[in-house]
């Protein structure tokens, strides 16, 4: 299985972002996707997950709204639309999957639940 994220970068606060993350390797039907980050000197953090087959969506703060995640079920490709974006969002963003989902159940925001990661991709957002 290999996870490719794309699509970080420097941008102003307000701003807004798209990541992407390409999955390879298997039939991803039945796994759940979810972004986490991780800023210098913090512990991982889950940001939202998603089930493959669309059903299930978990935000880490399903209030703020800020946070969109999606899935091209075609593409095999998994977004991240960051808007409204503030300097505390800076990180490296990391997709993952987890491999022993069960479709209806709660998407865990546990990073060790989740199998396979991604290289990450960084989010710097200036003030």
């Known amino acids: 299985v290999q996870l490719v994220e794309s699509g970080g970068g420097l941008v102003l606060a307000g701003g807004s972002l798209t990541l992407s993350c390409v999955a390879s390797?298997?039939?991803?039907?039945?796994?759940?996707m979810g972004w986490f980050r991780q800023a210098p000197g913090k512990a991982r953090e889950f940001v939202a997950a998603i089930s493959w087959r669309g059903g299930s969506i978990h935000y880490s703060d399903p209030d703020e709204g800020r946070f969109t995640i999606s899935r091209d079920y075609s593409k095999n490709t998994v977004y991240l639309l960051m808007s409204n974006l503030r300097p505390e969002d800076t990180a490296a963003y990391y997709c993952a999957a987890d491999e022993d989902y069960i479709e209806t159940y709660v998407l865990s925001p546990t990073p060790l639940d989740y199998d396979y990661w991604g290289q990450g991709t960084q989010v710097t957002v200036s003030s």
């Open positions: 390797g298997r039939t991803f039907e039945s796994y759940a």
